[in-house]
């Protein structure tokens, strides 16, 4: 009688265990001593840009250090594309998902499935907008990127000293990326004093966001947009300054000016903005082309996103520092920003060769 007992304790036990396991729906697979290993899903937007095929490798390599396993995937900027492979994660019951968006505005619906059945999500650098479901956000500054940039024009041109007038075009990035925005309006929020007071000249007038976007940062795009300036504002004048929000995009944009002759001793080439430290425009800053880049650690931003996950599978606090400026429409989203730095010609060594983020190999013609 005793040893029936025991069999049907065990028996009710080891039931007990398992819809247990069933109702928390995780995909782990136990590990020796019990413990479960979980799987992050990893949606980045494409590996058309060095930045996320890095921010993909060092999220799988953190992630995998603290024995989670991984599923990465990159949607080669097809919002489709994008949708069924968190899809696919959903179906498979990852236990979180980290999320940087191509349209912010198209994942509202997954976001809502990924909730539905209990799975938090990590928007990562981009916002993921009108979900209730995104629980938290790693980013850098945004904003500050966009300050960086604009401060940056103001201090090559010596615009406190110089009475100018220079002239500048405006470049911004893809309309359906929630950053875009923020660079832009970072930027503006020192250009803006300049124009107003005719020290800086935007001469085909286009100042307006929608007007100066560039669909998925494209810099085809962005030098057709380029050379389409030239020839219509520039055919007697120079241009002093392009604000370009990324690197792909001053990249489109050097190729156009160096098309009409720009770079040479009689042409000098404008001062222009970057963001990402690609290898391809670090060498065209040591070229004296591009100017700078805004270079936003992304082995940090990595880091930051995996110790979050962390603290939401572990249900410990999650750490922030931001809970006012990211709203997505539906809430706003408690936020982990980093802060971005300039690289430019003097300093690329220290900031970008020495912390290992590039090798010097990889800059040199
Ligand atoms: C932004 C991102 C930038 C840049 C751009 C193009 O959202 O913050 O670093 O890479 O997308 O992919």
Known sequence: MKMKLKKLM?????LAVSLLLVACGSSGDKKEGGSETKTIGISMPSKALER??????????????????TDVQYAQDSVPTQVSQIE?????????????????????DVVAKAKKQDIPVLAYDRLIMHAEGVDYYATFDNFKVGVLQGQFIVDKLNLEKEAGPFNIELFGGAPDDN?????????MSILQPYIDDKKLVVKSGQTDFNKIAIKNWDGATAQARMDNLLSSAYTKDQVDAVLAPNDAIAVGVVSSLKGVGYGKEDRKMPI??????EAASVKSIIAEEQTMTVFKNTQKLAEAAVKM????VAGEKVEVNDKDTYDNGKKVVPTYLLEPVVADKDNYKEILIDSGYLKESEVKK
């Open 272 to 277: 222009i903005t970057g963001q990402d430290a």
């Open 52 to 69: 996320w095929e890095k921010d993909g490798n060092f999220m799988k390599d953190q992630f995998e250090k603290k024995d989670y396993k």
């Open 309 to 312: 996950v962390d603290e939401m």
């Open 179 to 187: 950053n875009a925005k923020f660079f832009f309006d970072g930027a």
């Open 88 to 108: 696919n994660m959903i179906t498979k019951n990852v236990d979180v998902l980290v999320i940087a968006p191509i349209d912010g505005e198209a994942l509202s």
């Open 10 to 14: 065990l028996v009710v036990s080891t």
